[in-house]
C-alpha cells in the first residue's frame, strides 16, 4: 500500500529502517503525513502504530582532511590486509563524488570499487547520527596491498573506516532541511508582511 502511495506522490517516499526494521514514511510536513496514515485506516483498512514526526537531517563536513587507515586482520589462516589514504572535501554541489588517483599500481584496479562501496555504504547511515551524508568529494590518493591478504572485502572495510574517521576530523555538522520563499505583495503592504 505505502510504494502504491509513493508512486502516485513524488514528495512521499518509504524505507525500511535496518538497525530496527521499522517502516519510515517521509512527505512535505505533518498535515502531508497526516494524509498518508488516514489514507492506510481508511482505503486499506491498515493500522498503524504512528510516532511523533521527526526532522530529516543529513550530515556534511566543513574543511578538507587527509587521513590514511590500514585495514590488518590476522586470525591464523589467510588475514585481512588493505590500506588506504583519502582526502575528503565539502562538495558544493551536494552530491557524492569520488575520484580514483591512484597511479603506479599501489592498489590494483580489482580493489578501487571496493574502496568506493565501502564508503558509499557509510554515506547511506552517516557517521554522525544515522543521517545520510551529503556534499562529500573523496579522493583515492594512496595506499597499498599484499599479494595473499588483501581481498576486494578487505578493502570494502578499509575505505568505509577511513571514510569514518576522515569524517569526524572535518568538522563534521548536521543540516536541517530549510526552504527558501518568494514574497510577491504590493508596496502599499509591505510593512504589513515584513
Known sequence: SLRK???????????????????????????HLEIIVDRLRTEHKVEAIVG?????????????????????????GRGQFADTEIIIEPNPDGEFEFVDEITGGVIPREFINPVKSGIEDVLKNGVLADYPVVGVKVRLVFGSFHPVDSSEQAFKTCGAICFKEAFKKADPKLLEPIMALEINTPDDYVGDVV
Do not use: C, W
Open 5 to 31: 502511495m509513493a508512486l502516485e506522490d513524488p514528495s512521499f517516499s518509504v524505507r525500511v529502517m535496518e538497525r530496527t526494521n521499522e517502516t519510515v514514511i517521509a512527505g512535505m510536513g505533518e498535515l
Open 52 to 76: 511523533a514526526p521527526s526532522v530529516e537531517y543529513r550530515e556534511a563536513i566543513s574543511k578538507e582532511v587527509r587521513h590514511r587507515y590500514k585495514h590488518v586482520k590476522q586470525t591464523g
